[in-house]
């Protein structure tokens, strides 16, 4: 189960938010015992770009050998 300062992966665009399936995020808040999750979203310097509230579908925990890469927020 994904808890309150699990590092999550996006599993869907959000455009308002110029975030990108695959971006990673910090869990901040659990909603109702894992139904949704408030996550922020930083840039590598360590800039918010964004707090958002997601369904559990929205997100997923990372995976064993999973390799993180970066690309500049428009």
Known sequence: MI??????I???DIP???LEQ???GTV???HQGGKGYEVEFVT???ETVAIVSL???QVRPIGRR??????VMN
Do not use: F, K, N, P
Not at 66 to 71: K, P
């Open 28 to 30: 901040v808040l659990v």
């Open 22 to 24: 695959g971006d990673i």
């Open 16 to 18: 308002e938010y110029s």
């Open 10 to 12: 996006l599993t869907s």
């Open 55 to 57: 369904h559990s579908i």
């Open 66 to 71: 999973e390799i993180a890469r970066s690309r």
């Open 44 to 46: 590598l310097d360590g």
């Open 3 to 8: 808890q309150e300062l699990d590092r999550v």
